[in-house]
């Protein structure tokens, strides 16, 4: 599990669906950037990250549309709560280191996450578009066993009321 580093992710998609008769064609895009900010103790890290994507063609499949909510951005509301051609997101999550301990001889360490996500789907790119974000605020609890398990629940608060989400890995 990194505690410092910046990853970018880019890709480019092209679907075709052989099953409708009309073969449609659609593109997805992405761009993906996470930076991790340590403090000099390393007992705070501050993770960013942000995400673009798009999807372009007739007849995309509404599972293959871009899509907010969930386990990983908007923690707020549930999964793909937010579904369109394009998204833009933003998560900023604070990591704060608060024990470390054994348990049955293995090194395990205890994280408090206070973090905010936004972000926002959308038909076509303006820029009204940039505007009324949906933001979730909340805080998370972690259980790591380094350098591969991570255990995690978050809440979200969003203006329809929240969601508890529990799983293994870092949300990002």
């Not at 505690?3 to 659609?26: I, K, M, S, W």
């Amino acid at each position: 599990s990194p505690t410092d580093g910046t990853q970018v992710t880019a890709y480019a998609e092209l679907n075709q669906n052989l099953r409708n008769g009309d073969n449609p064609v659609f593109y997805r895009y992405e761009l993906e950037v996470k930076k991790l900010f340590p403090s000099q103790s390393k007992r705070l890290i501050l993770v960013v990250r942000g995400d673009i994507q798009t999807t372009f063609g007739k007849q995309v499949p509404f599972y293959e549309r871009s899509s907010l909510g969930g386990q990983n951005n908007l923690r707020g509301f549930g999964v793909d709560r937010f579904i369109d051609d394009h998204l833009v997101a933003l998560s900023v999550e604070q990591r704060i280191h608060v024990l470390r301990t054994r348990i049955l001889n293995v090194a395990a360490e205890f994280e408090i996450a206070p973090f905010v996500d936004m972000g926002k789907v959308f038909d076509t790119f303006q820029r009204r578009q940039f505007r009324d974000y949906e933001i979730t605020p909340g805080i998370g609890f972690r259980g790591i066993v380094r350098p591969n398990v991570v255990g995690r629940v978050d809440y979200g608060y969003s203006r329809e009321g929240g969601a508890v989400f529990a799983g293994l890995d870092f949300p990002f």
